[in-house]
């Protein structure tokens, strides 16, 4: 007891600085996520000398944060944004995945001599894209939503397939003929439990008549969770459980849904600030210094020729233009999930695991740098955002239950051309309305004759029914102008 003012205190103090870390990266460009990593080693046996080395508990840890960082995304990710692109997510996050980790495992044989179960358990560590990396980065970047869902998708996925491809590697499963009837079996009974969960979750939660608004987003959460457990009880893949459930409920119409997504995002928040220090903590930096080249080694077979090589196979049946294909090879990002995979085969007690996790450590690092504050640029230059397509408004709805309408809280973007549009061509749908704008922090009742500006902040009332059509019609507006419709935009 006599502790534990101190562990709280302390615990408070590393969260303040890692929410304000998160400020401090938006600043200087430089991915939060590397922050986080920092503050842990500042406080390991480098820094401030706290010894922490049991790698079942972070691996414990790390699964446990990871469910919660795909109940985020997948509660926050919207079905009309993936929708199109279903089909390359999960061949990139099925078909890429196997394919990155033969390549990877070839390549890193032949280049650092390791035996071929190793070789593959390297590729396999390395295969995952990070969830909370993509999320956390990707939706800052003015991209097209085609690929922004599919980049999502597959990271939400493949978490799924790579965790099963480590297990039987670093348990020696014999590898056999029946190894592709046990991953089907294991990934399709996970989406089973995943949708009738989410969908039984979202029916209970409609008719549930809880004292406290406060319980509705715990109980969604918990859905999430549940989803995991069930999954992972029953042999099948409970990471995709988690993410299907998760984006069944996001999508669903759920009471107090604006309450839950808030909640939600808090809770991935505080996830990854808590995964990324106790990686922190974890590392040795000396250890680090004997793993830089094979750590570069290994970075460079991912990003220039396993990843490229997986996504150009993989998407060929879709036709996908090359500029898209360089963008999808470039932003495989990789962050938590590949050194929380690496602790499997170290708490396992395979030869040659804590060189994995050293070297992980070193690629996550130079990836992070490399992919995360390039990304914008490459986009650009790629033309696939910026000047020729401006970025997605911001639009956060809060939904009001006893009306069933929600407030539509837009925001006008640089380059947006709902700029210079007058309100009387706005053309909203029946059943929504522009009730307030603020402008340069004060605010009015618009007028027919009203002219949007960049900067302003918009307040759309809708009905629920309505809702989504203002949505469709206030992006298409954003990208299109007010003749978006004579152009083809239907804010799809």
Same mark, same amino acid.
């Given at each position: 007891?006599?502790? /534990? ?12 600085? =890692? ?13 939060? /996520? ?79 001599? /390791? ?33 922004? @869902? ?58 549930? =008549? ?41 999508? &669903? ?10 909640? =939600? ?65 470039? =932003? ?83 380059? &947006? ?70 152009? @083809?935009?239907?804010?799809?």
């Amino acid at each position: 007891m006599a502790e /534990l003012p101190v562990v709280l205190g302390a615990g408070a103090a590393v969260l303040l600085a =890692a929410v304000l870390a998160v400020r401090l990266s938006t600043r200087v460009g430089l991915p939060s /996520l590397l922050l986080y990593l920092g503050i842990g080693v500042v406080l390991g046996e480098a820094g401030l000398g706290i010894r922490f080395s049991d790698a079942s508990l972070t691996q414990s840890l790390g699964i446990a944060a990871l469910v919660m960082i795909l109940a985020e995304g997948g509660l926050t990710t919207r079905w009309s944004s993936v929708k199109p692109a279903l089909g390359q997510g999960i061949l990139l996050s099925t078909v890429a995945v196997a394919l990155s980790i033969g390549i990877t495992g070839v390549a890193l044989h032949l280049a650092l001599g /390791l035996d071929w179960r190793m070789a593959l358990l390297w590729g396999a560590v390395l295969a995952s894209t990070d969830s909370a990396a993509v999320f956390s980065v990707l939706r800052t970047v003015g991209l097209r939503k085609r690929l922004v @869902g599919t980049l999502e998708l597959e990271s939400g996925i493949n978490d799924a397939p790579v965790y099963i491809a480590v297990v039987v590697l670093a348990e020696g499963t014999r590898i056999d003929w029946t190894l592709p009837f046990l991953v089907g079996y294991e990934l399709l009974a996970g989406l089973a439990f995943g949708v009738a969960l989410g969908f039984a979750g979202a029916w209970a939660l409609r008719r549930a =008549a809880l004292p406290a608004t406060g319980l509705y987003p715990l109980a969604t959460v918990a859905v999430c969770f549940v989803a995991y457990a069930s999954g992972q009880l029953a042999h099948a893949s409970g990471l995709l459980a988690t993410y299907v459930a998760a984006l069944v409920l996001g999508n &669903s119409r759920l009471p107090h849904r604006s309450d839950t997504l808030s909640f =939600a995002e808090g809770m991935g928040w505080l996830a990854q600030i808590g995964l990324f220090v106790l990686l922190g903590l974890f590392a040795s930096p000396e250890r680090l210094l004997e793993a830089v080249v094979p750590g570069l080694v290994a970075g460079a077979v991912i990003l220039l020729l396993a990843r490229p090589l997986s996504v150009l196979i993989t998407l060929l049946p879709f036709r996908v233009p090359w500029r898209e294909q360089a963008f999808l090879s470039w =932003a495989g990002l990789r962050g938590a999930v590949p050194i929380v995979l690496a602790m499997i085969p170290l708490a396992h007690g395979v030869p040659g695991a804590e060189r994995l996790v050293d070297a992980v450590f070193v690629l996550v690092i130079v990836l992070t740098l490399a992919q995360g504050t390039t990304l914008a640029p490459v986009a650009k230059l790629l033309r696939l955002s910026a000047d020729t397509e401006p970025k997605e408004i911001e639009v956060d709805s809060a939904v009001l239950d006893e009306l069933d309408a929600a407030l539509l809280q837009v925001r006008i973007q640089d380059g &947006s051309r709902l700029h210079g549009v007058y309100l009387r061509e706005l053309r909203l749908p029946t059943g929504a309305s522009l009730s307030l704008i603020v402008r340069d922090g004060e605010s009015f009742t618009p007028q027919e004759s009203s002219r949007l500006r960049r900067g302003d902040q918009l307040l759309v009332v809708a009905t629920e029914s309505s809702r989504e059509a203002a949505e469709r019609r206030l992006r298409a507006v954003d990208r299109a102008g007010p003749l978006a419709r004579w152009r @083809g935009e239907s804010g799809r």
